[in-house]
């Protein structure tokens, strides 16, 4: 099992960066395959970045494709999320998550399926301003 604590969030002016990082606790971070997802004020959750647990294979949602970078330091357990170019539109609750730890490989489709991650952090507040 994996304990997630996602942090960084923060008040920036649209054009801004922010970086997130999701310390995982318990088995190593290198054991999962993890993500981000966010969730803005009265929207569904949805889909950020994600990679795999060699940190090989990474999926990014089209809306954050050139802007946002997902990365991992399997030595610290730790995974990033380095925001540039950020819009109002990216404002949102952003939340780090991990799978099962099984092991299995997932493609770059599969890596953004919500039902494929069973932990998740608490959740770090992103506010763009315009």
């Known amino acids: 099992q994996v304990q997630l604590v996602d942090a960084g969030g923060g008040l920036v002016q649209a054009g801004g960066s922010l970086r997130l990082s999701c310390a995982a606790s318990g088995r190593t971070s290198g054991s999962y395959t993890m993500g981000w997802f966010r969730q803005a004020p009265g929207k569904e959750r949805e889909f950020v970045a994600a990679l795999s647990r060699s940190g090989i294979t990474t999926a990014y949602a089209d809306s954050v494709k050139g802007r946002f970078t997902i990365s991992r330091d399997n030595a610290k357990n730790t995974m990033y999320l380095q925001m540039n170019s950020l819009k109002p539109e990216d404002t949102a609750v952003y939340y780090c998550?991990?799978?099962?730890?099984?092991?299995?490989?997932?493609?770059?489709?599969?890596?953004?399926?919500?039902?494929?991650?069973?932990?998740w952090g608490q959740g770090t507040q992103v506010t763009v301003s315009s």
């Open positions: 998550a991990a799978d099962s730890g099984s092991g299995r490989y997932y493609s770059a489709t599969m890596l953004r399926l919500e039902s494929l991650y069973e932990y």
